[in-house]
């Protein structure tokens, strides 16, 4: 658990490798431009990789694999099920949060209630059931760590 939270942070390292017309579109990516979008997987395992340093060797797995999806229609290999390593899992379903409670450049963000109604349709699809399951119970303590930490506070 402590080297996923110290590595989840290190999962779009390769979004460096992006242009920023790309990444900092307004609106909607072309299909050539979304397909560029996705190499910062491969980029991020690329920076983050050849190290023998646990941490940075987590990075790496989850750099490459957190747009994995549950049903094998992920990026880049198109696992599937527990063939994704769990440490992306993981990091996936905290990722997809965070993009819909947050505003993007293409769009606002979405109350949180709409947000987990999206991520309920994908349990199974995108996202590992058991993990999904287990964030959800988590949610009252990720929400009273959030406030804390909006407030300058140390969560505790």
Request: proline residues 6%; negative net charge.
């Amino acid at each position: 658990m402590d080297l996923i939270r110290l590595a989840a942070p290190m999962h779009d390292v390769g979004k460096i490798g992006i242009a920023d017309s790309i990444l900092l579109k307004p609106g909607r990516l072309t299909r050539e431009e979304f397909d560029i979008i996705k190499t910062h997987t491969t980029i991020g395992a690329k920076i983050l990789g050849g190290s023998d340093v646990p941490l940075l060797r987590l990075a790496k797995e989850i750099a490459l694999s957190h747009h994995e999806r549950w049903d094998g229609s992920g990026y880049p290999q198109g696992l599937v099920t527990d063939s994704i390593p769990q440490s992306a899992r993981i990091v996936s379903v905290a990722d997809v949060y965070d993009a819909l409670v947050n505003d993007r450049v293409y769009r606002p963000a979405f109350p949180e209630e709409e947000a987990l109604t999206i991520m309920d349709e994908q349990r199974g699809r995108y996202f590992d059931p058991r993990v999904f399951d287990s964030f959800k119970d988590m949610l009252p303590e990720l929400r009273r760590i959030g406030e804390a930490v909006k407030e300058g506070g140390v969560p505790g």
